[in-house]
């Protein structure tokens, strides 16, 4: 069946987000607008474009998905996406606003600037990373797509990389800010509006006590993670996000670093109130969604409105969360496109705005091309992984290098190495093992736990074998990093 | 010449022979007095933020993973119902945000005050 509402919800969410686009091209003229939208945008602008760009196909249909196949379990996700946001409040935020750097790559020039082959490995991580990351979107798009509109699955990530193209080569970052702020909002909308109408239909239900106690069965029925997993998964999440390209690019455009942290904290309410919903709705997804397994669970929330209603309000209810789901793809694809074109076009392109433009579309042709050649995996268990990478890797480079002067350049280098390579290889062995459950498979599937430890444990070792390596220029450095701003009062 | 014997000679200090250094680039530290008491204000700045930082992830770490291993080995808590959800799924689903925001409020105070402190000494 084709939702003729659906395909509406898409392209006017499509639309409006290459008009904000354009709009915000009136005002991007230089390079630096380009990157970092000259550092004037405000706390709430910025956090609520945070929010915007953070809250990708994983929250907004991974995380009911995840509720559906595991249980309690999968309200863990949630929280360590938040939690680690508020990680990167502790020890990233506001130190990294003051290093004055645009990306990840930048930072580690700044910090070590002699080392050429450490700007190169952080650059390459990054961009692995943030392909990585854009994949699980593009089949999140395939996903809504085939299901809510019965359209061909590959029209989707085709959409999407359209769009992302179009919005950051013709506007960079400062239209990529409005962009985001907006859709926060618009996806919040879209699922506060079904879970409202959902909730309102079902509670009377309750009001017979044999029903009401019959939902406490049905939760209970579905198995539960190991305390391993769940303590991996928790370490991934909470580190993992400090790591992240996309979201530490939004930091540079804060004008002070004390401004980094009114942000974030803001941040921290934006997440908690929209993770609300999506925990309800996977809830609501177990009481009466049907006939959901392991390959179309991401869609609880594309399939509900029809489990509970008939005719056009179900199709309508469906179509206003294609639009957020678009809007979720869109704005994480953007970010990510923002950052990975950033790190190609300064490393290959000496950082051009014809560079830029170039490496915009280099960032989002490969992941949908991966995306037609792969099958997905549960959309917040790729994330997750992904998390777990960056945990492994970025993660240190830039806890140690922002708070241990004694770190060198070689023992950075050699930590992300190794981080690198114990978790990406437990990740494919894991994807090639039998699925069951004995600890040595837990231990690859879900490696955090020991690869974040071990890639800390390198850098710290290396470097103290290579004392003399520390940068000479470290004590003005630290002073950048953590001295408060002369005008901020 | 004897051998320094008896209590007297754990304490005599090690001898060190003083000379010229041997090439020629001495390395004379170019830091000013004031810059140098600068960077140990800058260094106090930094491991009171450290510090600070590191005392509030701990407790956030200990109570996630106290929640998660209390859920494993103390089943009786899903046995508890509010509204005919077990409990774990309030504490995890809704109560564990406005532990994480309160957790952000206090620490930008702490660190806000901290850069004050450092305003205020270092000039």
Redesign the interface.
Known sequence: MTNLFSVLALVLVSLTTMLIAFYGLRLSRTTSDFYVASRTVRPWWNASAIGGEYLSAASFLGVAGLIVLSGQSGLWFPIGYTAGYLMLLLFVAAPLRRSQAYTIPDFAQIRFEDSIMLRKITTYLVVIICWLYIVPQMHGAALTLSIATGLPGWIGPLIVAAVVCLTVVSGGMRSVTFVQAFQYWFKLAALVIPTLFVLFQVLPEYSVPERAAAVAGQLKSISSMSLYETISIILALLFGTLGLPHVLVRFYTNPTGHAARTTTAIVLCLLSVFYLLPTTLGVLGILYTKDLSASNADATILLLPHSVFDGVLADLLTAVVVGGAFAAFLSTTSGLAVSLAGALSQEFFNGTVRGFRISTVLATAIPVVVALLTSSLALAGAIGNVFAFTASTICPLLLLGIWWRSLTARGAIAGMLAGAASCGLALLGSSMMPNNDSFWVLMLRQPAAWSVPLAFVVMILVSKKSPRKIPTNVDLVMALLHVPERSYK | MSEPLGRFAQQRPQRVRVQAPQDASLDIPATRPEQSA??FY??Q??SS??RL?VA??AG??IM??GI??I??FWPVV?QI?LF???L??WI???G???L??I???L??RA??RN?RR??SISR
Do not use: D, H
């Open positions: 600068e960077n800058v260094r700045l930094i933020q450290l930082a509030v992830a956030l770490l996630l993973v998660s291993a859920l494993v899903s119902m005919n959800i077990p774990p799924w995890l689903g809704v564990i945000y406005p994480i925001i957790a952000g409020l620490y930008n660190a806000t850069e450092y305003r």
